[in-house]
């Protein structure tokens, strides 16, 4: 049976698409058959990130209505055999999700063998969410050390404690809390919520903390997902992050500010 | 490091004022969220039975539930007219 993993915020902005592509790339990299597939109907974006929005003809939401099949569909990543792609449709309402249809790709996903997939939820709290979130095993809260990111991810496990299908059963989806865009020195300098200060509020088990860094904007620039940039920190810590999902035990990295000089510590310098 | 950092007392850092505020509020949305789902059903109902025999609005009738240990307390607040 194949595990639905989510990945939401309720914020815009905080890097669930970045996210998506770097755990369905990781993923995959760790020989797993995974689907990751788009929520963000009228405003899609995975297929950018991941460099196939050229490639795309038919969407999620053509499977769903029946205009297309599954097959014709999905896109097989270039660099990675065991990826696939299921863009948004650029065009079509948000209430082309519906449930039932959700499920049947979800269904049949698994039964051509894939392993994961990966939803990349839209940001806010609408159909496109709540459809993104309706399936999961696994949800992956992805959050900005900011007060606002914060809110909007304890507002999202509400909604995944209360609607999502496991908790409507009686059961629980599994939560894990991924910071991101985390600036070590400025939280050395009580400029920035560490990461103890969000895992307290939430309460949710810490899978990974993603530095602020150029190698992101660097990798949607060329569509790659930034995972495979295995040189970058944030390639590193995403990898770190896949491996403690599938039950590695590794430690943080790129935590604590980079020790500087005497020399640029007294001309205040150092970035 | 600035070096007027090495003296005195620092402020509050801003991220300290950051984690008070959320801590507040989110364990008051939390509670909101946890209390029982008849609660606008209720309202509601109360809302109409109240109609029957005085004309208020809406927003003249507010209901809370509030934990106190172990114990909640139901509180309805219904403002009456002028006559």
Do not use: W
Request: proline content about 3%.
């Amino acid at each position: 049976m194949a595990i639905v993993v989510t990945v939401t915020s309720g914020k815009g902005g905080v890097g669930k698409t970045t996210s998506s592509a770097a755990i369905a790339a990781g993923l995959a990299q760790a020989g797993n058959r995974t689907a990751v597939i788009d929520f963000d109907v009228g405003l899609r974006n995975l297929d950018l990130v991941m460099g196939v929005e050229r490639r795309v003809v038919f969407d999620f939401v053509s499977v769903i209505s029946g205009e297309a099949s599954l097959n014709q569909a999905l896109i097989q990543d270039k660099r990675l055999e065991q990826l696939s792609i299921l863009a948004a449709s650029q065009t079509k309402d948000k209430d082309a999700l519906t449930e039932e249809g959700v499920g049947q790709v979800i269904k049949q996903l698994a039964d051509m063998g894939f392993e994961y997939i990966i939803c990349d939820s839209p940001a806010g709290i609408e159909r496109g969410a709540t459809m993104a979130l309706h399936f999961a095993d696994h949800a992956v809260i992805v959050t900005n050390p900011e007060v606002s990111s914060v809110r909007d991810s304890d507002r999202i496990l509400g909604i995944l404690q209360s609607k999502s299908k496991r908790a409507k059963e009686g059961g629980k989806v599994n939560e894990h809390l991924l910071i991101t865009r985390y600036d070590p020195v400025r939280v050395d300098h009580g400029e920035m919520l560490s990461k103890e200060d969000v895992c307290d509020i939430l309460a949710v088990k810490l899978m990974g903390v993603i530095p602020e860094s150029k190698a992101v904007l660097k990798a949607s620039n060329t569509g790659f997902p930034v995972i495979l940039d295995a040189e970058s920190d944030a390639g590193m810590a995403y990898s770190d992050a896949v491996a403690r999902f599938l039950g590695e035990d590794r430690p943080l990295r790129f935590v604590a500010p980079k020790k500087q000089g005497l020399f640029s510590r007294f001309l205040g310098g150092g970035d | 490091m600035p070096i007027f950092g090495l003296f005195g007392r620092k402020k509050k850092s801003s991220a300290a004022a950051a984690r008070e505020r959320l801590q507040i509020l989110i364990s008051h949305e939390r509670q909101n969220r946890l209390g029982p789902d008849f609660l606008p059903d209720l309202q509601r109902e109360i809302l109409d039975v109240v109609k029957k025999y005085v004309a208020v609005r809406d927003d003249q009738v507010s209901i809370r539930l509030d934990r106190e240990g172990d114990a909640s307390v139901l509180e309805l607040n219904v403002t009456l007219p002028e006559n």
